[in-house]
T-cell receptor
Framework: GQQLNQSPQSMFIQEGEDVSMNCTSS?????WLWYKQEPGEGPVLLIA?????ELTSNGRLTAQFGITRKDSFLNISASIPSDVGIYFC?????????????FGKGTKLSVKP | DAGVIQSPRHEVTEMGQEVTLRCKPI?????LFWYRQTMMRGLELLIY????????DSGMPEDRFSAKMPNASFSTLKIQPSEPRDSAVYFC?????????FGPGTRLLVL
């Protein structure tokens, strides 16, 4: 079946550091989504990307739709303790229905004050 | 605006009991999704509806699971009879095209 390879699986960083994570696939996607999930809550949409090469920011977060359409990256600048959570990427294949949204397994971020 | 609303937020039940999870999607959204999240398997799509019609239920684990969407503002996911392996967090999500917006989830524990 379809898979998204999300890495790293977990990160332990110091407050103030920048963070990078990515998702890759062997398939081509026409939409990439990035979500954040905090303990006891549902995933919250951070950034949506719809075009190859697109670079979109949301505060300290920046995400890019890879030019090959097979990958996406999320960067967090100057991390703070409230950035703690699990970050999920999700991709939708070209021609796929919304039910075919494929999720990565998540990157668990821990920030040390 | 209100997001996706799910109830109950927590449910503890005994094996064999019927469990009903409820979801109110975001107003105006035409698609609704039920997911299950576990540590082992991550997020799994169980079923999704478009315009109140079930489109794909291939993720529903077995006949013990059923879902309905009687109107555009309400959906239920029912497990009967429940088993301990059904313990998980169940999310409802809705969308108008992409992206999907998730509810806070129902944490189900079957003893």
């Amino acid at each position: 079946g379809q898979q998204l390879n999300q890495s790293p699986q977990s990160m332990f960083i110091q407050e103030g550091e920048d963070v990078s994570m990515n998702c890759t696939s062997s398939s081509i996607f026409n939409t990439w989504l990035w979500y954040k999930q905090e303990p006891g809550e549902g995933p919250v949409l951070l950034i949506a990307l719809y075009k190859a090469g697109e670079l979109t920011s949301n505060g300290r977060l920046t995400a890019q739709f890879g030019i090959t359409r097979k990958d996406s990256f999320l960067n967090i600048s100057a991390s703070i303790p409230s950035d703690v959570g699990i970050y999920f990427c999700a991709g939708l294949k070209t021609g796929g229905s919304q039910g075919n949204l494929i999720f990565g397994k998540g990157t668990k971020l821990s920030v040390k004050p | 605006d209100a997001g996706v609303i799910q109830s109950p937020r927590h449910e503890v039940t005994e094996m064999g009991q019927e469990v009903t999870l409820r979801c109110k999607p975001i107003s105006g959204h035409n698609s609704l999704f039920w997911y299950r999240q576990t540590m082992m398997r991550g997020l799994e799509l169980l079923i999704y509806f478009n315009n109140n019609v079930p489109i794909d239920d291939s993720g529903m684990p077995e006949d013990r699971f059923s879902a309905k969407m009687p109107n555009a503002s309400f959906s239920t996911l029912k497990i009967q009879p429940s088993e301990p392996r059904d313990s998980a967090v169940y999310f409802c999500a809705s969308s108008q095209e992409t992206p999907q917006y998730f509810g806070p989830g129902t944490r189900l524990l079957v003893l």
